[in-house]
């Protein structure tokens, strides 16, 4: 059961084309004269549908900002109803109907059991989460269905962003040996806040989702880029490719 906070009129499940209104081209004029986007690629977008796993304040960002490009269906999941919900009405606060975005909750729970019957429908999915051991088995279910996962994980004021991307990818496994992360660390303190933070990281993952599901510019797949806000270090580590040895990330599966 799914609640729908907006109902996107030109959103139909499983058409293979969508056309942009005047209204939205005029909408969407100023993004559609950025550098590679296309009508085509808003098309894409406003077709796509996004998986955002959590209900963390980064998920909130990332969801804003993709309903503000015009992305097709956003379904919220990963966390518990409550906060679902919550985020849900923060984004309906934001976007009142009619908006070009469905939004939806779902009500069903995101585990090692069910997360590909939740996963195996989107075209992107988001990490928006907090738990490490949950965080692991989104990277499992998105390299078995073969779907891009966009990752940040970290705690304080340090985070990496990661764009998964099977076949060329490390899976989430592999990669936090590589970047030192020998042990899952603690979850990070969800009572710990500093909104600038959570609004880069959040960005950061609209923009890499927005163009996975709108299918311009580059996602590499084997870079991820490490941020020590704090400090104002950054830094990019590339090379991250599929381990042959590794049965979740050597080759897709399908
Ligand atoms: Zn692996």
Redesign the pocket.
């Known amino acids: 059961m799914r609640r729908c906070v907006h109902r996107n009129p030109n959103f139909e499940p499983g058409t293979l084309t969508i056309s942009l209104t005047e209204d939205q081209k005029k909408k969407y004029r100023k993004q559609l004269a950025m550098p590679g986007m296309t009508t085509d690629c808003q098309a894409r977008l406003m077709k796509a549908r996004i998986l955002i796993l959590g209900a963390s304040e980064t998920a909130f960002v990332c969801a804003d900002h993709l309903m503000r490009l015009g992305a097709g269906h956003l379904e919220l999941a990963g966390a518990s109803h409550y906060d679902l919900h919550l985020l849900a009405e923060r984004l309906d606060a934001l976007h009142p109907a009619p908006a070009d975005t469905h939004v939806g909750v779902s009500e069903q729970t995101f585990d090692a059991h069910d997360s590909e019957q939740l996963i195996t429908s989107f075209d992107v999915v988001v990490d928006g989460l907090s738990d490490w051991q949950l965080k692991l088995v989104a990277s499992d279910a998105c390299m078995h269905l073969s779907k891009p996962l966009v990752h940040v994980g970290g705690e304080g004021f340090r985070y990496q962003l990661y764009t998964m991307r099977p076949g060329r990818s ?2 989430l ?2 990669v936090f040996p590589r970047i030192g992360i020998d042990d899952f660390p603690k979850t990070p303190d969800e009572d710990a806040l500093f909104p600038p933070v959570q609004g880069v990281l959040g960005s950061l993952q609209a923009i890499e989702a927005a163009k996975l599901a709108a299918n311009f510019g580059a996602s590499q797949g084997n870079e991820l880029f490490k941020f020590d806000f704090l400090s104002g270090e950054m830094e990019m580590i590339t090379g991250l490719d ?2 042959s040895d ?1 049965p ?2 050597r080759k897709p599966r399908r």
């Open positions: 490390a899976c496994r592999c599929s381990v590794c979740d990330c």
